[in-house]
């Protein structure tokens, strides 16, 4: 659209690549996705290309061939090529009152509806003036052209929040008060210590990374609350970077979601199984579930067991509820049967009668899947029973006094995390440990300032990889195009389309109770 010749004829020779499916985009109204897949793919309404027009000649191509974002770029915004600039055709520059004066002198009023039809199906200017011939003419029915319309519309918004010419500005959310205050402090100055060595060198692409906090406050509400003014207030952000969640990472998802929000995340702790639910959030390291299934790999290929040989006593809930039936199929697709289920719910369920029944079913291996149940507790109701299976410990759920179990445990509790010390090349630890000191953190959660010093390396990788033209759409796509990135303090990371967890899967670490000791034992096991 509206584009000069040098790009307009090298996008003929452009296969899009850009088709998308049918039905409404994540943030998008049915009409804002119809209008991106005509100005992205040249897909119109009726899933078919509609005709285009190129040249005095009115060559006809279909509109795949010569979409819109070709030559404007996916922004809108025009990209410069060949010594040319296509002109900005979102919908606040198309409808300017004081109208425009081309680089070949050409000049007219400000666009609107109908003058916009005419210039994308005629070829003419709201003054008469012919446009480059290089320009094609969309043959678009009524409604693609609406369509058309209102993702002009959305473009300006999209790229307005959190980005301009100078600057990126990146979210967080942390708790800056209370029990976890020094947390959420600590990882503040890293972050920001981290985005001042980035602007130092140059910032990315000539934009200046620029940190803003909201408070994580303990009540879930007021936190959501919190981060949706830090969106919506003043310049907005573009993405965000660890965010700390727990206890309301769905309804991040679908914020981040109806935001069309990028969000580059430590660990994922619930399961979110509905549909498509994430399509936003990008977790670096596996959770509960994740290493629940690979401790019940272990059971499995190491212990020799067979499923009905594996309990599951999962916390109460619907996250739960999903969550061990996560791990039951991942068993059952190995084949063997299906895993016992227990739910144990805090102050109703009756701890000793569990582990008499799962000692009676023959259970030899148990998986504590979730926080209500304390190790702790439940070696003690073994112990009583004079019963001592291997104990299956996902790494958020095994609290400090694992340790302490009962010694007939000794040597039968193993636990899964999702990266080790032994991850950390030399030379990028030593950068990490320099970073705390020019942040002034002298101590902390390491575990969360690795992973929050990680996740800022993805952030600016992907925002290299997107390029000049950022947009948040263009960021999402950066991410799912990520193998084996080496942060050098984790395992690799690798998305794709469907995949949100870059490192998935874990190590299996025995507790030694009678040294008090971990000790890591075998290789990372993978979970693709």
């Known amino acids: 659209m509206f584009a000069n010749s040098a790009a307009a004829l090298r996008a003929i020779f452009l296969a899009s690549g850009l088709a998308v499916a049918g039905g409404a985009l994540a943030g998008l109204s049915d009409e804002q996705a119809a209008g991106k897949r005509l100005f992205e793919g040249g897909i119109g309404i009726s899933g078919e290309s509609p005709q285009a027009q190129v040249g005095s000649g009115g060559l006809a191509l279909p509109a795949s061939a010569l979409p819109c974002a070709n030559c404007h770029g996916p922004d809108g915004r025009g990209r410069p ?24 002198r050409r000049q007219h009023g400000p666009f609107n509806v109908d003058s916009f039809r005419i210039a994308v199906t005629e070829g003419l200017d709201p003054a008469g003036n012919r446009l480059d011939q290089a320009m094609p003419r969309y043959l678009l029915a009524a409604r693609d052209l609406d369509n058309l319309q209102a993702y002009l519309k959305h473009l ?80 907005g952000v573009f993405a965000l970077l660890s965010p700390f969640a727990a206890g309301f990472e769905r309804r991040l998802t679908d914020l981040a979601q109806a935001r069309d929000l990028p969000v580059v995340a430590p660990v994922v702790l619930e399961l979110d199984n509905r549909p498509a639910a994430n399509t936003h959030v990008f977790h670096l390291l596996s959770g509960g579930t994740e290493l629940a299934r690979v401790l019940a790999d272990y059971a499995r290929d190491t212990l020799e067991l067979d499923n009905r040989a594996i309990a599951l006593v999962q916390s109460a809930g619907p996250a739960w509820d999903a ?90 509790v193993f636990v899964s995390y ?111």
């Not at 061990?324 to 049967?337: D, F, I, K, M, N």
């Open 81 to 104: 090529e060949g010594g040319v600039t296509p002109p900005d055709i979102r919908w606040s520059e198309l409808v300017k009152p004081y109208g425009h004066v081309h680089e070949n």
């Open 156 to 235: 300006e918004k999209r790229a307005a929040r959190g980005v301009d010419d100078t600057r990126v500005r990146i979210g967080t959310l942390l708790p800056l008060r209370g029990p976890l205050a020094e947390a959420g402090k600590s990882v503040r100055r890293l972050l920001e210590a981290y985005f001042a060595r980035i602007n130092a060198e140059g910032g990315v692409y000539g934009r200046q990374l620029e940190l803003v906090v909201a408070e994580y406050v303990g009540d879930s509400a007021l936190s959501v609350d919190n981060l949706t003014h830090l969106l919506d207030d003043g310049d």
């Open 323 to 412: 969550a061990a039936q996560a791990v039951a199929s991942h068993l059952e697709r190995r084949g063997g049967g299906s895993p016992q289920q227990v739910i144990y719910r805090p102050g109703l369920s009756d701890l000793d009668a569990i582990v008499g029944e799962l000692e009676t079913d023959g259970s030899k291996a148990v998986i504590l899947l979730g926080p209500a149940l304390d190790p702790v507790d439940f070696g003690a109701a073994a112990a009583r029973a004079d019963w001592y299976p291997e104990l299956l410990l996902p790494g958020p759920f095994a609290s400090p006094g694992v340790l302490t179990l009962p010694p007939g445990f000794d040597r039968k």
């Open 418 to 528: 999702p990266s080790l010390p032994s991850d950390r090349e030399r030379p990028v630890w030593q950068d990490y440990v320099g970073l705390l000191a020019e942040a002034g953190i002298e101590r902390g959660p390491h575990a969360t300032l690795v992973a929050s010093f990680a996740g800022a390396e993805l952030l600016v990788e992907a925002l290299k990889r997107t390029g000049r033209e950022l947009s948040r759409d263009s960021m999402v796509v950066g991410l799912e195009k990520v193998q084996g990135f080496e942060s050098g303090l984790l395992p690799p990371l690798t998305y794709n389309t469907t995949r949100r967890i870059g490192a998935l899967g874990g190590y299996i670490v025995a507790v030694d109770l009678t040294k008090q000791v971990y000790r890591p034992i075998g290789p990372w096991h993978s979970l693709d």
